[in-house]
């Protein structure tokens, strides 16, 4: 699940490697494809977070809706991705894209991996990249998406009315204080919702924490619930699927995607959103 560059270079464990580039940045779409044309892990496709990893937005499904599972089964099969792959997911370095199109990879049936310390990793420890962009030969891939996997925004607010579900709000703590809010229509969280931002998982260099400690982590924050009663959110669906990767990392299965996030729920103005630190939050 977590894999690092010491695993896959000079010579790998593993066998059929594919790797996919996620680097990505909200506040310029297309810087993220222009640092893997300067380089990348030899081999690498490009996964745009907004174009291959999202669906059309309407104003209203929040600014990254999962694509339909047909058109991102189609984008793999055109990168000539087999159930048989060792499919590896990087970004820059920590992670946060990366872990969208593992969570995605998961939604469909596949198994896939991390590489640690993302790219920045990777050439810190001088291994060859490369700056061609491969072709591959389509493959028939078969697949169905577990709908299970995520909840939409009507069957979250029916969960958190029942009480039984823990949300957890992987955005910045600043973000949901609502003391700042770059990117949604207004400022603060869902109610209810208990705060854990990402950067906890990680290492001053983007790298993950030892397995135990994030184990640890996570028991503190689940506070012994079940796993399978915890919904994952953030902002768009993305940053929420770090959560989701440490969870299952550590041994805590069956926690949820929420891919509307704060992006749809502050998008309706007839829902309630709450600002400051709630008691409980992390």
């Known amino acids: 699940m977590l894999v690092s560059v010491e695993d896959l270079w000079p010579k790998s464990r593993y066998s059929r490697l594919r790797f996919f ?9 297309n810087a993220g494809f222009s640092l893997y044309q300067q380089g990348h892990i030899d081999g690498a496709v490009y996964a745009d977070l907004k174009r291959d990893l999202s669906g059309p937005t309407t104003g209203q499904n929040g600014r990254h809706p999962l694509p339909s ?5 189609a984008w793999l099969a055109q990168h000539g991705v087999t159930a048989d792959d060792t499919l590896i997911a990087y970004d820059s370095h920590d992670g946060l894209y990366a872990s969208r199109l593992w969570w995605m990879w998961q939604w469909v049936g596949l198994k896939g991996h991390l590489l640690d310390g993302g790219y920045r990793q990777w050439t810190h420890s001088g291994a060859p990249i490369s700056t061609a962009t491969p072709t591959h030969t389509p493959s028939a891939l078969t697949l169905r998406a577990d709908r299970s996997a995520w909840v939409d925004i009507h069957q979250l607010s029916t969960r958190l009315a029942e009480g039984k579900s823990l949300l957890i709000d992987a955005r910045a703590p600043e973000r949901y204080r609502g003391d700042v809010e770059p990117f949604d229509a207004r400022a603060g969280h869902i109610p209810g919702a208990v705060n854990h931002g990402h950067v906890q998982h990680l290492r001053a260099d983007g790298r ?4 135990e400690e994030l184990r640890a982590q996570m028991a503190q924050l689940l506070q ?3 796993p399978d009663t915890v919904i994952a959110s953030c902002g768009s669906g993305v940053t ?4 989701l990767y440490v969870l299952q990392y550590t041994g805590f299965l069956g926690a949820t995607l929420y891919p509307g996030s704060f992006s749809e729920w502050s998008s309706d103005p007839n ?3 709450a600002t400051g630190a ?4 992390l």
Do not use: K, N, W
Request: charged share 25%; aromatic share 10%.
């Open 69 to 73: 599972p047909d058109q991102f089964i």
């Open 208 to 211: 993950f924490l030892p397995q």
């Open 224 to 226: 012994a619930r079940a």
């Open 21 to 29: 580039d996620c680097r990505y940045q909200l506040t310029d779409e």
């Open 240 to 243: 929420a699927c770090h959560v």
């Open 271 to 273: 829902r309630v959103v």
């Open 278 to 281: 709630e008691q409980g939050s």
